[in-house]
Every structure is written in C-alpha cells, then in structure tokens.
C-alpha cells in the first residue's frame, strides 16, 4: 500500500527555521517525482515544487523560488521541505504528493500525505 | 504563463443533478489537465487525469473531458458525499504546474 506520512503540526514564531518531513513507503521511493503543495486558510491549492529523490533533481515554481527548500534522502524514503526564516504568511497547510508516473515532471499527483499544518505568530 | 480559470467559483444543485464545471487555460496545453476533489478537512484526491482518464477507485458518475484550452468535469447524477472543492490542475510543464481557483459545491 502506497502511503505518505507526514511530520506533525508545527508551531512558530517569526524568524524561526522550520523542516517538515515526508516518508513514502509502499513503492519505489527513488523513481516518483515528489511534490509539495500550499493550502493557505481557506484558500485553495498552490504547488510549490517536486523534487526527484533518485538524484536529487528539484523544480521550483517560480512563487515558491528562493523561500524554500525541497529535499529528500532517499536512504530513509524521506523528502522536506524548509524555511530558513518563517514568516507569519506562512501560516498553512503543507502537502506532499506523489507523481502519478515513473520518472515524470509533467504529472499529477495521484497519493498525497495528511498534510503538515505551521502556524507561525509571534 | 499559462492561467487557469474555472467557473463557477461556487455552485449549489440538487441530488441528482447533472454536474458541470469548467476549466479555460489561456493557451493550449493539449491533455495535460487533472481534476481533484477536496472535501472539507479531507486531503485531495485525484479524479481525473489526461483530461478524461478516471483514476481508479473513483464513481463512474464523474467524467472528463477536453482538449486544449477547454476542459469539464461533469457529475452526472449528483450524490451527497460529492459535497466538496474541485480543482483543475495543469501539469504540461513543470515547474510552471497550477491550479484552478476551486469550485465549490454545495447541494441545494
């Protein structure tokens, strides 16, 4: 069975450095764009990046560019994503997502993880 | 950049109902076009992908269709667990991928 399972909420304040987590497990971690998708507070869906776990390959949509970072260690299944210094915009919840196809940028995402909420407020 | 912009924002039909949504890219991206489902508090779920194409596990009452610029999700008889946000979503190249706005539904 395909899962996702992301790292809990978190709570921040301004300034603060933050990295949420990503383990897939199920299915070949290495061959699967991972991505990363924004839901602001009742707002809709964003996407924010993929990344390709096998060597690290990562695209950013030019919104998310420089604000973040995607990553991934593929020896433990796991992609991030991290702030170096949060902002109270920031405030969301954070998704990652499987590509539906092997090896595929152009692609949606067919399993995604429970989402990781950040509050950040001083 | 390529925008996406789907219509209605908001909608409210009966049970039973024939359902459609709309979604109108401002340039051509051929197929490369998904549906989701987000219902409330619930993560998104993958509907449609290539235009037309049902993920599997999903009822046979949504479809898709287009090519193009235009596209449609159709619920073709409307059910109450189908209460939730759409959203088209363009995958033609990344990292320029985005969604739609969101429609959503609501039974009346």
């Known amino acids: 069975e395909v899962q996702l399972v992301q790292s809990g909420a978190e709570v921040k304040k301004p300034g603060e450095s933050l990295k949420i987590s990503c383990k897939g497990s199920?299915?070949?971690?290495?061959?699967?764009?991972i991505g990363w998708v924004r839901q602001m507070p009742g707002k809709g869906l964003e996407w924010m990046g993929i990344?390709?776990?096998?060597?690290?390959?990562?695209r950013y949509s030019p919104s998310f560019q420089g604000q973040v970072t995607i990553s991934a260690d593929k020896s433990i299944n796991t992609a991030y994503l991290q702030w170096s210094s949060l902002k109270a915009s920031d405030t969301a919840i954070y998704y990652c997502?499987?590509?539906?196809?092997?090896?595929?940028?152009?692609?949606?995402?067919?399993?995604w993880g429970q989402g990781t909420l950040v509050a950040v407020s001083s | 950049d390529i925008q996406m912009t789907q219509s209605p924002s908001s909608l409210s039909a009966s049970v039973g109902d024939r359902v459609t949504i709309t979604c109108r890219a401002s340039?051509?991206?051929?197929?490369?076009l998904a549906w989701y489902q987000q219902k409330p508090g619930k993560v998104p779920k993958l509907l449609i992908y290539?235009?037309?194409t049902l993920q599997s596990g999903v009822p046979s009452r949504f479809s898709g269709s287009g090519s193009g610029t235009d596209f449609t999700l159709t619920i073709s008889s409307l059910q109450p667990e189908d209460v939730a946000t759409y959203y088209c979503?363009?995958?033609?190249?990344?990292?320029?991928?985005?969604f739609g706005q969101g429609t959503r539904l609501e039974i009346k």
């Open positions: 997502a499987k590509g539906i196809w092997v090896g595929a940028t152009q692609s949606p995402f067919d399993y």
């Open positions: 199920g299915y070949s971690f290495t061959t699967y764009w």
């Open positions: 990344i390709y776990p096998g060597d690290s390959d990562t």
């Open positions: 340039q051509g991206i051929s197929n490369y």
């Open positions: 290539a235009a037309s």
């Open positions: 979503q363009k995958y033609n190249s990344a990292p320029s991928i985005t």
